[in-house]
């Protein structure tokens, strides 16, 4: 039962991230898409009213693909309280946040630590 229950939780991630993978693709295309139609539009120096409906729609379309990626999300940590509910747990999946990169210090992205010294006005 509980190897049933592994590789159904592994199915799961597999499937969840390359949902996730999908809608952050899907994103990029359609915010490449809001990008150039208006480009394209100053290029060949049409009227603002030239295809404005065309970049409304697109526009719209970004908007609901963060939407499904918002669900997707939620879905995600939704997943990771039924993982626990099925006694899986201590097993990580992917399903799970990942740490943020912690900085050496804060302000600084120095890997060395050290924070170059300010000159005192005078």
């Known amino acids: 039962m509980l ?3 592994v590789s159904a939780a592994k ?6 991230h390359h949902a996730e993978d999908a809608i952050d ?3 990029i295309r359609i915010a490449r898409l ?13 009227s603002a009213i030239v295809g404005q409906e065309a970049m409304a729609k697109v ?3 970004l ?3 963060g939407e499904v990626r ?16 099925v006694g899986l747990g201590a097993r990580m999946f992917g399903a799970g946040v990942k740490p943020a990169a912690k900085l050496v210090d804060e302000g600084s992205n120095d890997l060395s630590g050290a924070r170059a010294p300010f000159a005192k006005a005078g």
């Open 70 to 85: 918002q669900l997707l999300t939620d879905a995600h940590l939704a997943l990771t309280v039924t993982q626990k509910e």
């Open 11 to 16: 199915k799961i991630a597999s499937d969840l």
């Open 25 to 27: 693709e899907a994103m």
């Open 59 to 61: 526009a719209n379309a």
């Open 3 to 5: 190897n049933q229950r």
């Open 63 to 65: 908007a609901a693909a």
């Open 34 to 46: 809001a990008a150039t139609l208006p480009a394209a539009r100053r290029e060949t120096n049409m």
